[in-house]
Each structure stands twice: as C-alpha cells, then as structure tokens.
C-alpha cells in the first residue's frame, strides 16, 4: 500500500531556511508525479511544487520560484523540498502526494507537516 511521510517541518524565522521530506513506499514511484501542497489556515490547499520522477523536470508555484528546490533521492525513495529565504506567508501546513502516470491525477497524500515562519 502506497504510504507518503512527511517531516522536517517546524518554526523559523523569517529569512531562514528549512528542508521538508517524504518518504515514500508501497511501489516503485519512477514514472509518478511527486508534488508539494500547502494550505493555510482559512484558506483554500494551493500547488507549491512538482517534480517528474522519471527526469527530474521541476514546475513551481509563483510565489515560491527562486526560494524553494525540489528534488528526488532515488535510492531512498525519497522527496524534498528546500526551502529558502521564507516568509510568514510561507506559513501553512504542507502536504507531500503522488500522481500515477495514468492520469496524472494526484491519488496519495501524506498527513502533512507544519511550517511555521515567524516576523
């Protein structure tokens, strides 16, 4: 069964830094979408990043190109999301999910991890 875990969240200030991961299992993920999704509170869950397993292929939100990197670690299964130069606005719970190559439709979900950015 495929299973998403995130970590690394945490409280920073702003300007700092933080690296989130996922671990994922269940399957081999090497033709999937892997993406990274926040949503704050009150606040409609919003497309931060998205990496193409296969090559790498990389496409991020606006708000975040130039401050976050997305990337893969292929022998441990395993996403991250680098976060640079944050802001309060960055402020949200962040979700780690997979999409098949069937679609690509986004159909596994991790439980997500809080990132807090302080002023």
């Known amino acids: 069964q495929v299973q998403l875990v995130e970590s690394g969240g945490g409280l920073v200030q702003a300007g700092g830094s933080l690296r989130l991961s996922c671990a994922a299992s269940?399957?081999?993920?090497?033709?999937?979408?892997m993406g990274w999704f926040r949503q704050a509170p009150g606040k409609e869950r919003e497309f931060v990043a998205r990496i193409r397993w296969s090559d790498g292929l990389a496409d991020y939100a606006d708000s975040v190109r130039g401050r976050f990197t997305v990337s893969r670690e292929n022998a441990k299964n395993t996403v991250y999301l680098q976060m640079n130069s944050l802001k309060p606005e960055d402020t949200a719970v962040y979700f780690c999910?997979?999409?098949?190559?069937?679609?690509?439709?986004?159909?596994?979900w991790g439980s997500g991890t809080q990132v807090t950015v302080s002023s």
């Open positions: 999910a997979a999409a098949p190559p069937s679609m690509p439709r986004f159909d596994y």
């Open positions: 269940g399957r081999t993920f090497n033709t999937y979408y």
